[in-house]
């Protein structure tokens, strides 16, 4: 069983920055391929970023080249940087994992934290 834990939501401004981080409980925490999604009010859940086991990461078209996410296996944490945020980025975050590669469907993640808010608005 993994727990993950996501934090760093909160309300900003267009144009603004933010991180968010996602812990994760266990030791194999490098064999596991980390997702970012996000869900606005009323619509699906919807994929934004993963990082793959073998190093690959893979964004949705709506964020290329505003955000980057990176993992750091010795704190079993993942990070999705948000700089250059829009309103229509506002949702709430969460996380997931699944063993071996990456995914952007979530049905093939195993394991999904609470989420974290994240709006953006002026």
């Known amino acids: 069983q993994v727990q993950l834990v996501e934090s760093g939501g909160g309300l900003v401004q267009p144009g603004d920055s933010l991180r968010l981080s996602c812990a994760a409980s266990?030791?194999?925490?490098?064999?596991?391929?980390m997702g970012w999604f996000r869900q606005a009010p009323g619509k699906e859940r919807e994929f934004v970023a993963a990082s793959w086991t073998i190093g690959r990461t893979t964004f949705t078209d709506s964020v290329n080249e505003r955000f980057t996410i990176s993992r750091d296996n010795a704190k079993n944490t993942v990070y999705l940087q948000m700089n250059s945020l829009k309103p229509e980025d506002t949702g709430v975050y969460y996380c997931?994992?699944?063993?071996?590669?990456?995914?952007?469907?979530?049905?093939?993640?195993?394991?999904w934290g609470q989420g974290t808010q994240v709006t953006v608005s002026s």
């Open positions: 266990g030791r194999t925490f490098g064999s596991y391929s």
């Open positions: 997931a994992s699944r063993r071996g590669l990456g995914s952007r469907w979530s049905s093939e993640y195993d394991y």
